[in-house]
């Protein structure tokens, strides 16, 4: 990138697939910076946010996002604020009781992953969990936060940006540090051995996540256990 003092982009990097910034890829830093870049590999500045971002996804255009339509959505996690940024650099912040650390939109058809960092495992939940949650905005709190799952829907409810947070099922088990999740076609390789379900959770109608596991075998071919 040009300058100094860039940060790096550990936070997230995520290709726009709706259009709004011509397909580009975008990409938010350590230090709070913004920045798409095309595919001839020409970085374009839009924001200095000064602090440390990590999280992102593109909302599409449309009216069911309220003021996040057609804008990159930003988590701030040591603030506890989203951030907005449209395709010319202006600039919204939202403040949540969620320390984001991850933003996603529900893909149909796509089953969802995430890396439960400090149990060391990948959870997963297949696309039909996600039933009539297509396009919804999913926050992750690494920390966890007011839910045990650590998962929550973001949504605009006319006013004001709202969160509704997933909860955990009796008996089930709890995802202790989320780091970063995604949505991705199914199964991505993985076969259990020995064990007729795989290590998994999922979301019923009613926002209760459910986990299930332990499991062993492997992922395009190499070992794993849980």
Do not use: C
């Amino acid at each position: 990138l040009p300058g100094d003092n860039n940060g790096i982009f550990r936070g997230s990097l995520v290709h726009d697939n709706t259009g709004v910034f011509n397909g580009d890829l975008i990409g938010v830093t350590t230090n709070g910076q913004v920045w798409r870049i095309n595919s001839l590999g020409e970085p374009t500045y839009l924001a200095g946010l000064g602090t440390h971002l990590e999280g992102l996804a593109v909302i599409p255009n449309l009216e069911r996002y309220g003021p996040l339509a057609g804008k990159m959505l930003i988590g701030a996690e040591q603030q506890g604020i989203v951030y907005s940024v449209s395709a010319d650099g202006q600039v919204q912040s939202y403040r949540t009781d969620v320390n984001v650390e991850d933003i996603d939109l529900v893909t149909p058809g796509y089953d969802f992953y995430g890396v439960d960092y400090a149990n060391s495992r990948i959870l997963h939940a297949p696309s039909s969990s996600f039933s009539g949650l297509d396009g919804e905005i999913l926050a992750v709190s690494e920390g966890i936060g007011y839910s045990p799952s650590g998962l929550y829907r973001l949504y605009w409810d006319g006013t004001s940006l709202k969160s509704e947070a997933f909860s955990l099922d009796g008996g089930s088990e709890s995802p202790a540090q989320w780091e970063h999740v995604t949505f991705a076609p199914s199964k991505l390789g993985v076969t259990i051995q020995n064990d007729p379900q795989d290590p998994t959770f999922s979301f019923t109608r009613n926002n209760v996540l459910v986990i299930t596991g332990p499991g062993s075998g492997t992922v395009d071919g190499i070992p794993f256990s849980n």
